[in-house]
């Protein structure tokens, strides 16, 4: 039994036409894949980017004459650390350069101030943490 001619194209045309849409939902799904990868680079750096700004701006805040003001840095820097991981290292090197020029002239006796206090109660926390 022979398959008339017009047959034959229209299963060709079919054929042609799912390939078609295959090639064409293969393209489409790569171009998004290739967008939500841009997304998600761009997030990473803004979030790098917020990090950064947070720790500088608590840095510069340790230097403030009011008590409030450094308790929020230290506090702060707190917060980075526990919260991005490649900050932790920095933070600690700023605590204890700030701790080392704190309790330079300071009476052994005396309890140390409120912000002294806090970070070192971070960094014990943060030794007791690494040595478990």
Request: no cysteine; hydrophobic share 40%; proline share 3%.
């Amino acid at each position: 039994m022979d398959i008339p001619l017009s047959e034959d194209i229209r299963n060709w045309a079919i054929v042609a036409g799912g390939a078609f849409g295959l090639w064409l939902a293969y393209s489409r799904t790569r171009a998004a894949n290739r967008q939500s990868d841009a997304s998600q680079s761009q997030a990473e750096t803004q979030e790098r980017t917020y990090s950064t700004d947070v720790f500088n701006s608590a840095v510069g805040q340790l230097s403030s004459d009011h008590l409030e003001v450094r308790l929020g840095a230290i506090y702060a820097l707190t917060r980075l650390s526990e919260d991005d991981d490649a900050f932790e290292f920095y933070v600690i090197g700023v605590f204890e350069a700030y701790v080392r020029e704190r309790t330079v002239d300071s009476d052994r006796d005396a309890p140390p101030p409120a912000d002294v206090a806090a970070i070192v109660s971070f960094l014990h926390e943060k030794t007791s943490q690494q040595g478990s």
